[in-house]
């Protein structure tokens, strides 16, 4: 994958995708966004508590067999998507 943060960014938007499509499971997900590194550093450190923050509760929506109001998996990969999204345009603003 390389230092570049562009390209790990990239890396985790196929992660988010995979996940979605049920090829990979939300441990691993979690596993490699959580330990980009490289990806993390390259941002504000606020990214990394927002991205922790989803993380957590998106695997707390693993508990529950059913969506939950509070817990809703869609949502919360929408809210990762979305993180990815600003992650990106503060990436290319640097």
Not at 10 to 20: M, V
Not at 65 to 90: P, R, Y
């Amino acid at each position: 994958m390389g230092t570049d943060p562009s390209a790990r960014l990239a890396a985790l938007t196929q992660s988010l995708d995979a996940l979605r499509r049920g090829e990979l499971s939300l441990q691993d997900f979690s596993a490699a966004a959580r330990g980009d590194a490289v990806l993390l550093a390259a941002l504000p450190p606020r990214y990394a508590e927002v991205l922790n923050n989803l993380l957590d509760r998106l695997e707390s929506s693993a508990l529950f067999s059913e969506e939950s109001c509070s817990f809703s998996q869609n949502d919360l990969t929408g809210a990762v998507q979305h993180w990815i999204d600003k992650a990106s345009a503060t990436l290319a603003g640097r």
